[in-house]
């Protein structure tokens, strides 16, 4: 399968504590999207990579969160000191630069639960 | 700012019935508009797309058409079954900034009954 990938898929932690997630996105696709799904919301634009640049940050994304895409290939989101607020599904997608739809495509998510 | 509007479910219908679910947007320029279903325990997928005015969007056998004159995006089905049952999200993507975006309605729950 050469859809977008997302470890872990499941993340409960403390509060207080830090997380990472990881995304591998459909190898030839250079634009990367991470989204955060609160329970019964569209899911919510949270940063976007053009290969290893970050480009766009919305302002739901505190000085907490940080995301990286050190190869411009897979990419990274670490939130630290992680407060109840942070539950959530964290989404990642992938495009590429051809075709005018630039069509998203998703990964399974990660589902953190913080307690 | 750009957002999208779509109605509130749940939605409960009996399988081979119509299926109408409503969405509108508000937009500067001319975006692109999609419908993304997300089943249950899985990530959202790409439904169906249409780019500009006019433009119809199908795919098994759902279909939308993109009315700049209504700003709406409305889809339908003639016929639904159990597999439907699902969330069902519109969105818009400005193609005219920079990251292209998505901006996500609140989803609509269908649950198609035998």
């Known amino acids: 399968d050469t859809g977008v990938s997302q470890d872990p898929r499941h993340k409960i932690t403390k509060r207080g504590q830090n997380v990472t997630f990881r995304c591998d996105p459909i190898?030839?696709?250079?634009?990367l999207y991470w989204y955060r799904q609160t329970l019964g919301q569209g899911p919510e634009f949270l940063t976007y990579?053009?290969?290893?640049?970050?480009?766009?940050k919305s302002r739901l994304l505190s000085d907490r969160f940080s995301a990286e895409r050190p190869k411009g290939s897979f990419s990274t989101l670490e939130i630290q000191r992680t407060e109840q607020g942070d539950s959530a599904m964290y989404l990642c997608?992938?495009?590429?630069?051809?075709?005018?739809?630039?069509?998203?495509?998703f990964g399974p998510g990660t589902r953190l639960t913080v307690t | 700012g750009n957002s999208v509007t779509q109605m509130e479910g749940p939605v409960t219908l009996s399988e081979e019935a119509f299926l109408t679910i409503n969405c509108t947007y508000t937009?500067?320029?001319?975006?692109?508009l999609f419908w993304y279903v997300q089943y249950p325990g899985e990530g959202l997928q790409l439904l169906l797309k249409?780019?500009?005015?006019?433009d119809k969007g199908s795919n098994k056998g759902f279909e939308a058409t993109y009315r700049k004159e209504t700003t709406s995006f409305h889809l339908e089905k003639g016929s639904v079954q159990v597999s439907d049952s699902a969330v069902y999200f519109c969105?818009?993507?400005?193609?005219?900034?920079?990251?292209?975006?998505?901006?996500f309605g609140t989803g609509t729950l269908l649950a198609v009954q035998p």
């Open positions: 997608a992938s495009t590429g630069t051809s075709g005018r739809s630039y069509e998203q495509y």
């Open positions: 190898s030839e696709h250079n634009r």
């Open positions: 990579f053009q290969n290893e640049a970050q480009l766009e």
């Open positions: 937009a500067t320029g001319y975006p692109s």
């Open positions: 249409a780019t500009k005015a006019d």
């Open positions: 969105a818009l993507s400005d193609r005219g900034g920079a990251t292209n975006k998505l901006i």
